[in-house]
């Protein structure tokens, strides 16, 4: 292909509110452009990065023995009622209405389709298990689309579902599939790791994320650097308490704290007085009121921990919690935010099980500006003990002891074990080998493709432009000519042309512009090689080839240019490959 005849509108600088690294350099690459409020065009470049990510997914999807399909966009509620999930999925479901006021969605996601499509003809234990999948548009009515392709409505989704006569073969299936998610990950180019997670809004209780390491990650995920351990902060384990803990140094007592709410303020304000010795978060216990269900409960962690929401909901049985406002935490307590404390409470109370070994504890009085110290677990108040905060970085390994680290990461897959979540609701049932109806037992296995398409640039990036790994770069080599010299342009020209008869993906840039501007856009493109090709290396019969990642660049002869640049190009795709 040559440049100037490709379609490849960069820019200067992109708008204003694209922050992210990747939103950044897909604008100004001309990789997309935005049509709506998270949706996107997806120009040449990035259509060719985005088919090649999915085809390294169709490639190792199809090696697992799963097979293709393709379902429907715009989804009839039918279904999507027969699984509850018509009005359980809530405003991020797009409901529309045909001609005759039929009721339909944008599919979100694509169970109870696939449940359908294979209750109809599935009908006996011989059949199974299935694996079957498909590579399509998905729509989600984010309620704040950001950060470019990280967080739209409109994304390309592999999703997959297999389904078994037990749960053994479901398990079975979902390690076949977590090794597939393996190689894809690594096939890509990306750092990544497999973390224990929620099954959140799909069900399901044996789940896995695939998350891509990353600091501009919006995720939290831990890990052990001495076992295999890692998870979701939603779902690690946090360390349990000391099996020792100190006795109070003194009775409960009020004392004021005037205009001191939250934990800084709080001891900041005692520090100040002087009157408690020294005293640091972890010495408060933070009261929070959550809504659960029709319920109001009261959680109580340590002032440097934090509430784990999905913990919590999962513990209290409820799809999920939320903070009650300041006019129901008026009611309850009769006092503000701020001032809510577990001592003399008779409604519900949950604390985290670190609560237990909190010595002198500083908490609310349940009375404006003032606050209780000296206060202990069991003396003073009782609660249900839990694992209720997210585990952090330093925390020991629940596996086997080793200090956990932090990372934040972005979610490129996510695999479940759904059970008969869906296909006992839907009637998807086979005859067993004594004759006896059972309902099939699911899995269910996505990967955000296009939302991969932004990860692997957070992930390679540097103040120039991207840094494509091979497999999924637009272009594999850039071959740049230098000057109007015609000698040069024939050597460009013909230096394209092997490459691309043996194989590699290359982009001729021969437009009439200065080279810093052909470098500069070059670097911003991301492509992993540049052979650049002007008068003066002709003159002593080589070329300059440059990794996009490397400082230097080397001279390699114009005779045997092509063979090295397609070596190098082969051995890079064959290491991702493994």
């Keep these: 292909m040559r440049y100037s005849q490709a379609f490849i509108p960069t820019l200067k600088e992109a708008p204003a509110e694209a922050t992210q690294p990747s939103h950044v350099l897909l604008l100004r690459g001309g990789f997309v452009r935005q049509v709506g409020a998270g949706i996107y065009d997806f120009l040449p470049l990035g259509h060719r990065v985005l088919g090649k990510v999915a085809q390294v997914v169709r490639q190792e999807m199809n090696a697992a023995g799963a097979q293709e399909v393709l379902m429907p966009?715009?989804?009839?509620?039918?279904?999507?009622?027969?699984?509850?999930?018509?009005?359980?999925?809530?405003?991020?479901l797009l409901k529309i209405k045909d001609r005759k006021q039929g009721e339909y969605a944008l599919g979100p996601t694509h169970e109870e389709i696939i449940t359908d499509m294979v209750r109809r003809d599935v009908r006996s234990y011989r059949q199974l298990p299935i694996n079957l999948y498909q590579i399509q548009m998905k729509f989600r009515d984010e309620p704040r689309p950001r950060a470019g392709l990280l967080r739209c409505r409109e994304f390309l989704m592999k999703d997959a579902y297999s389904f078994?006569?037990?749960?053994?073969?479901?398990?079975?299936?979902?390690?076949?599939?977590?090794?597939?998610?393996?190689?894809?990950?690594?096939?890509?180019?990306?750092?990544?790791?497999?973390?224990?997670?929620?099954?959140?809004?799909?069900?399901?209780?044996?789940?896995?994320e695939f998350q891509i390491l990353a600091q501009t990650g919006e995720d939290d995920i831990v890990a052990c650097g001495s076992c295999d351990f890692a998870a979701n902060v939603e779902v690690a384990p946090a360390a349990p308490p000391s099996a020792e803990r100190a006795a109070p140094s003194g009775p409960i007592d009020k004392v004021a704290t005037p205009g001191a709410k939250t934990i800084d303020e709080v001891v900041e304000y005692l520090n100040r007085k002087g009157s408690q010795g020294p005293i640091d978060a972890s010495r408060l216990l933070k009261s929070l009121v959550y809504v659960a269900g029709s319920e109001l409960v009261l959680v109580v962690v340590r002032?440097?921990?934090?509430?784990?929401?999905?913990?919590?909901?999962?513990?209290?049985?409820?799809?999920?919690?939320?903070?009650?406002?300041?006019?129901?935490?008026?009611?309850?307590?009769?006092?503000?935010?701020?001032?809510v404390g577990p001592v003399g409470h008779a409604g519900r109370i949950v604390a985290d099980h670190a609560v237990w070994s909190v010595a002198d504890g500083v908490c609310g009085a349940n009375e404006k500006d003032a606050h209780l110290v000296h206060v202990a677990y069991e003396r003073d108040f009782r609660a249900e003990l839990l694992d209720l905060r997210s585990a952090r970085d330093g925390d020991p390994c629940p596996r086997c002891g080793a200090g956990l680290r932090a990372y934040r990461g972005i979610e490129g897959g996510h695999i479940f074990v759904l059970g008969t979540h869906y296909s006992a609701k839907m009637g998807a049932t086979f005859l067993d080998e004594k004759g006896e109806s059972k309902p099939i037992v699911m899995g269910c296995y996505g990967i955000g493709v296009s939302r991969l398409v932004a990860a692997a640039i957070e992930q390679h990036h540097d103040a120039d432009g991207i840094l494509w790994p091979m497999p999924i770069a637009p272009y594999h080599v850039i071959v740049t000519t230098v000057g109007k010299d015609e000698q040069v342009a024939l050597a460009g020209q013909a230096l394209h042309d092997a490459l691309a008869a043996a194989g590699v993906d290359v982009l001729l840039d021969d437009r009439d512009e200065r080279p810093g501007v052909k470098f500069k856009d070059a670097d911003l493109l991301g492509i992993p090689l540049r052979a650049t090709v002007g008068g003066k290396g002709l003159a002593r019969g080589m070329i300059e080839l440059k990794a996009r990642d490397a400082k230097a660049a080397e001279d390699v002869t114009i005779a045997e240019a092509a063979v090295v640049i397609a070596k190098r190009v082969q051995d890079a795709l064959a290491a991702a490959a493994g």
């Design 73 to 92: 966009g715009v989804l009839p509620a039918e279904y999507l009622r027969e699984s509850g999930r018509w009005d359980g999925f809530g405003d991020i």
């Design 164 to 208: 078994d006569v037990d749960e053994a073969g479901a398990l079975a299936s979902y390690a076949t599939m977590r090794e597939a998610y393996r190689r894809i990950f690594k096939r890509l180019g990306l750092d990544f790791r497999i973390v224990a997670a929620d099954s959140g809004a799909m069900g399901g209780d044996t789940s896995a």
């Design 303 to 339: 002032g440097d921990h934090q509430v784990n929401e999905v913990k919590l909901a999962k513990v209290l049985r409820v799809p999920q919690v939320f903070l009650a406002s300041e006019a129901d935490v008026a009611k309850a307590f009769g006092t503000p935010v701020g001032f």
